[in-house]
């Protein structure tokens, strides 16, 4: 049965999307399919002797396995809408969303053969393919399309006291997901505000867990990120009163002239409860999908066609999917885009390569 183990994955936190065109989803396959997953033990991978099919004359994996972010981030709901997207428009493919740390994680699991892509922050993309730290050597891969930005905020409960960064000195700081390299984007940007790392107690931990875990108190304050409005600050507002820390504009132009992915971004009055006013926030690096470097590029040209062209589906699925626009798709922010994407962009003329800081903040979706 070893023919067809690739069409399973471990259940955990796992979607799955499938074109209604293909032929073996029927219920006798699925019985075979099911027997085959008792007697085996072994997990198929990305690489290697896949399954493919050919579309419009291109070959296609069978199976695209797609790695997002933790269940309660901003990314895991944008790989079930690529997922659903890359399986109900391509015949013949089944795609899944596997729940990941994030960035890093994905990084890694892309190096390793084991996903065909993965989502990832520019701003931990940027030093994985320069081989700089965190990473330990230079990470061979290429974005396909950008996607939305990833606007990420500090905050704290209203009784807390803390009202600016400085107040964060030996306080409990969630800053993230462990394995996400989060450290990327969020050591800069204290520092840029006058703290750093030895001043806090950081705590590493998935956003939904890590707003929990600020509403029973265990920690002081929480970053997170992704797309506006961010459902998890959402349902915290729903409970809590929350104070949210505004960063400097200054500091993040400084910032962003050291590291070009990270810019400024202004967040809406009224987008939260206890925002009333429009607020400085950080953009700390657009969302990307990415894939090896060496995959062919005709596969990323039609794998990059494909979102593009059903980016309005994309943006029914997940509301931050409308931020898939000509100017944000080929967005040119320092990481490098596939050769097959860059057929594509420059085939229907959204490609201008430009200095990432003659991009000014793109108008978050309203």
């Known amino acids: 049965m070893k023919t067809i183990q690739w069409v399973f994955e471990p259940p955990s936190h796992t979607v799955e999307f499938a074109s209604r065109r293909d032929p073996r989803i029927r219920p006798a396959i699925a ?7 008792l007697i085996s033990t072994s997990c198929a991978r990305p690489e290697g002797s896949e399954r493919t099919v050919v579309i419009d004359g291109t070959t296609v994996p069978s199976r695209i396995k797609i790695a997002s972010s933790t ?12 997922a659903q997207v890359l399986g109900t428009q391509l015949a013949g493919v089944i795609a899944t969303n596997e729940a990941t740390s994030g960035s890093g994680q994905n990084l890694r699991m892309l190096d390793g053969g084991e996903l065909h892509f993965g989502l990832a922050n520019a701003s931990v993309t940027l030093p994985a393919i320069e081989g700089r730290e965190p990473f330990d050597k230079q990470f061979p891969v290429r974005a396909v399309i950008s996607l939305h930005a990833s606007v990420n905020l500090f905050f704290a409960l209203e009784d807390s006291g803390l009202t600016q960064f400085s107040d964060f000195a030996g306080k409990r700081v969630a800053v993230g997901p462990a394995g996400g390299n989060w450290d990327s984007f969020t050591r800069p940007i204290l520092a840029a505000h006058g703290v750093s790392y030895a001043d806090i107690r ?26 506006i409005p961010h459902a998890t600050i959402l349902a915290a507002t729903a409970t809590h009163n929350l104070k949210f820390l505004e960063f400097d504009e200054e500091s993040l132009d400084s910032l962003r002239a050291q590291i070009p992915t990270i810019q400024k971004y202004m967040i809406p009055g009224g987008t939260y409860a206890g925002m009333d006013s429009d607020f400085w926030a950080v953009d700390t690096g657009t969302c990307q999908l990415l894939v090896r470097a060496d995959a062919d ?6 794998i ?8 309005g589906m994309i943006a029914d699925l997940v509301r931050h999917g409308a931020e898939i626009t000509p100017e944000r798709a080929a967005m040119d922010i320092g990481i490098p885009y596939h050769e097959g994407s860059l057929r594509y962009f420059e085939e229907i ?12 903040t793109l108008s978050p979706v309203r």
Do not use: F, H
């Open 304 to 311: 990059a066609k494909t979102i593009y062209e059903n980016r």
């Open 297 to 302: 590029p005709d596969y990323v040209y039609l």
């Open 31 to 37: 019985l075979i399919a099911a027997l085959a997953v």
């Open 202 to 227: 950081p705590v590493y931990e998935g956003q939904s867990n890590a707003v929990t875990m600020l509403t029973d108190r265990i920690v002081d304050a929480v970053q997170v990120g992704g797309s």
């Open 349 to 360: 003329g959204i490609w201008n390569p430009q200095p990432a800081n003659a991009t000014d």
């Open 71 to 82: 269940v309660g981030g901003a990314y895991y709901p944008m790989g079930n809408a690529i």
